[in-house]
């Protein structure tokens, strides 16, 4: 197959806990093209139907056969946007995935959660859904009086005290929803609590919708302390043989902007493969991923990820090695976002701010910092990591004097207020420091 081809009948196929058959790439709808050519979020963006109805047919046409929509996507504008798309092809065609996304305390109650429901039926033209969610799991919230309300208060609220869980179990039965189940998203501690109402047989959960990606898996709470690492969500689904629906395989976009040194390794293995690909294989690559869902507000994007998909490559031990020594590296080693504006000089202590930052991140994207566990001492590639090493800390000395490189930044503060970009500036300089005494100790 060449590059350029978009095949039109090798989708990878998973089946859900009915048999059927769910495209493997999933068609997430947070975003849609507008007329002015953006990607639909803001209130005063109309939505581009005809390019929409363009995307899903084609989506259609090569394999993806489920779409993913919730009250809120597009402003409040995807679920009818979707609706008008989907409409026009035959039912048995497509299956639509959606949300009781009563987040805000006035549609906690059993009449406003109801009015949720039955609106996504009417704005999706359909008589069922395919997938309906509990949306937003393990999420808090705020009274009135600005007073934070727990996550697991909040999960009682919506879903229990006003009978709309027990009311979905209901549309089940009577097949008004063929498949129930939640997304997830902030504290553990609901996730583990509605899993284990399985577990007691009160209720089952026909898939779960959780974020997921090779930097995720294992390296989550490094990102955002909230966060859980997908192999956990994804190994106590498995072990309930409950379908997962993945979410931001991208890690919002993330992925596909990796540091030059990264994208070389990538590229090294396989020179036609686009970065983002990766991802997509990674994400879909354990058995009980039932489809990963991707916003695909442009054609290019839409296809790449049909060629990821037809058919999907599971990743071997060597790939998954990468992939895990690129999410360790963009994990601990992040890049500072300076822009050089210098707004921060002069610095009362004499530091280089900008400098430093510079030199930092220079290094970053030229690989200098990678580090590898796994090869010999004798190693080609471990022997250019300690050059990378060495180069790092000589063109440190280079570029900043001694007196003015991090290790001399005392936490003042001044710089704080003038940083455009809110950088927390003492913090990073101690974070770089802390690296720097590691490599002159021999220990990264």
């Known amino acids: 197959m060449s590059l350029g081809e978009v095949p039109t009948d090798k989708m990878t196929m998973r089946e859900n806990l009915h048999g059927e058959k769910v495209s493997l790439l999933g068609y997430g709808c947070m975003r849609f093209p507008t007329l002015d050519g953006e990607s639909g979020r803001e209130q005063d963006q109309e939505l581009d139907q005809e390019a929409i109805n363009t995307l899903v047919d084609y989506a259609i046409g090569h394999g993806v056969n489920l779409f993913d929509t919730a009250p809120p996507y597009c402003k409040g504008r995807s679920q009818q946007a979707v609706g008008i798309a989907l409409s026009r092809h035959k039912?048995?065609?497509?299956?639509?995935?959606?949300?009781?996304?009563?987040?805000?305390?006035?549609?906690w109650s059993r009449e406003?959660?109801?009015?949720?429901?039955?609106?996504?039926m009417k704005e999706l033209k359909v008589d069922y859904l395919d997938y309906y969610m509990l949306h937003g799991i393990g999420m808090s919230a705020r009274d009135a009086a600005g007073n934070e309300i727990d996550a697991m208060e909040c999960n009682k609220r919506r879903f229990f005290d006003n009978g709309m869980l027990d009311f979905l179990c209901e549309e089940r039965e009577k097949g008004?929803?063929?498949?129930?189940?939640?997304?997830?998203?902030?504290?553990?501690?609901?996730?583990?609590?509605?899993?284990?109402?399985?577990?007691?047989?009160?209720?089952?959960?026909?898939?779960?919708?959780?974020?997921?990606?090779?930097?995720?898996?294992?390296?989550?709470?490094?990102?955002?302390?909230?966060?859980?690492?997908?192999?956990?969500?994804?190994?106590?689904?498995?072990?309930?043989?409950?379908?997962?629906?993945?979410?931001?395989?991208?890690?919002?976009g993330q992925l596909v902007n990796l540091n030059d040194h990264a994208v070389e390794l990538l590229k090294q293995r396989d020179p036609q493969a686009s970065?983002?690909?990766?991802?997509?294989?990674?994400?879909?690559?354990?058995?009980?991923?039932l489809t990963v869902l991707s916003g695909m507000t442009y054609m290019e994007h839409l296809q790449d990820n049909i060629r990821t998909y037809s058919p999907h490559k599971p990743l071997d031990?060597?790939?998954?090695?990468?992939?895990?020594?690129?999410?360790?590296?963009?994990?601990?080693?992040?890049?500072?976002?300076?822009?050089?504006?210098?707004?921060?000089?002069?610095?009362?202590?004499?530091?280089?701010?900008?400098?430093?930052?510079?030199?930092?991140?220079?290094?970053?994207?030229e690989g200098n910092v990678l580090k590898d566990t796994s090869l010999g001492e004798d190693s080609e590639l471990k022997r250019d990591f300690r050059k990378a090493r060495r180069a790092f800390l000589v063109g440190y000395d280079r570029a900043i004097p001694s007196v003015r490189q991090a290790d001399h930044c005392i936490g003042c503060g001044h710089c704080l207020q003038e940083c455009p970009q809110g950088i927390d500036i003492p913090g990073q300089m101690v974070r770089i420091n802390d690296y720097v005494e590691e490599l002159k100790r021999g220990e990264v």
Not at 208 to 218: A, G, M, P, R
Not at 326 to 354: E, L, Q, R
């Open 112 to 120: 406003e959660s109801m009015k949720l429901y039955h609106n996504s």
């Open 176 to 252: 008004r929803i063929h498949n129930l189940g939640f997304s997830y998203h902030g504290d553990i501690r609901v996730f583990d609590y509605l899993l284990s109402l399985q577990d007691e047989g009160k209720y089952h959960w026909d898939h779960v919708l959780i974020q997921h990606n090779y930097v995720d898996w294992n390296h989550a709470k490094l990102l955002n302390e909230r966060n859980t690492n997908s192999s956990y969500l994804y190994g106590e689904l498995e072990k309930r043989n409950i379908p997962v629906f993945v979410m931001e395989p991208l890690l919002g």
């Open 275 to 289: 970065v983002a690909s990766w991802a997509f294989r990674f994400a879909g690559n354990q058995p009980r991923i």
């Open 91 to 107: 039912r048995e065609e497509y299956y639509v995935s959606t949300k009781l996304s009563n987040f805000a305390m006035p549609t």
């Open 317 to 365: 031990d060597s790939e998954l090695e990468l992939l895990e020594e690129i999410a360790d590296v963009y994990a601990n080693f992040k890049t500072v976002p300076c822009t050089g504006c210098k707004y921060c000089m002069p610095c009362p202590y004499g530091i280089d701010i900008p400098g430093v930052f510079a030199h930092y991140n220079r290094c970053l994207n």
